[in-house]
T-cell receptor, first 114, second 112 residues
């Protein structure tokens, strides 16, 4: 079974630009979560989607948004990039509709804002 | 690979010894706990999980202990191997919807 796939792996953007990251979950998984990882703040929850609906959102500004498609693939978008948005963005997928269960992570997208 | 965390606490052990990594969690309402291993340049890898109705769970070479009274979680790795060298994160969740709150992480360094 293929794992969680994130594209692209690496990205360099300029301040003020916007970026879209993609995540394909494990086949059959309908929940997709996004996390930001930085050396200073660690791993922080961005949002979670299930059946194309955002069910939960972390404490990030509105510049961070996401969506999920009917095939469970998800994208996240960051608009008006700031230097502080440089981070590893991780996507995780899991099976359960309700309740928590193990989330499997992708390799991440390393975003550098210059 | 990229650094996961610049100033993480480090646990150094000899190959073959047992390792114990500790984690204090914050939310007394958390009902699900999970350990991840992250190697440089990779995403977190699931190790083991435990629900709040249990206090111990065992996997292959790993054991997780949960003490809800003091809000403490530990990961025990038996016969630690060089391949176990990585950063280990605990995470907690409550209320469903797969929102994980991660700890800061502990770097495990295994020496031959």
């Amino acid at each position: 079974k293929a794992g969680v796939t994130q594209t692209p792996r690496y990205l360099i953007k300029t301040r003020g630009q916007q970026v879209t990251l993609s995540c394909s979950p494990i086949s059959g998984h309908r929940s997709v979560s996004w996390y930001q990882q930085t050396p200073g703040q660690g791993l922080q929850f961005l949002f979670e989607y299930f059946s194309e609906t955002q069910r939960n959102k972390g404490n990030f500004p509105g510049r961070f948004s996401g969506r999920q498609f009917s095939n469970s693939r998800s994208e996240m978008n960051v608009s008006t990039l700031e230097l502080g948005d440089s981070a590893l963005y991780l996507c995780a997928s899991s099976t359960r509709e309700g309740g928590n269960t193990e989330a499997f992570f992708g390799q991440g997208t390393r975003l550098t804002v210059v | 690979g990229e650094s996961v965390g610049l100033h993480l606490p480090t646990l150094s052990v000899q190959e073959g010894d047992n390792s114990i990594i500790n984690c204090a969690y914050s939310n007394s309402a958390s009902d699900y706990f999970i350990w991840y291993k992250q190697e440089s340049g990779k995403g977190p890898q699931f190790i083991i999980d435990i629900r709040s109705n249990m206090d111990k769970r065992q996997g292959q070479r790993v054991t997780v202990l949960l003490n809800k009274t003091v809000k403490h979680l530990s990961l025990q790795i038996a016969a630690t191997q060089p391949g176990d060298s990585a950063v280990y994160f605990c995470a907690e969740a409550s209320g469903g919807y797969n929102k994980l709150i991660f700890g800061a992480g502990t770097r495990l360094a295994v020496h031959p």
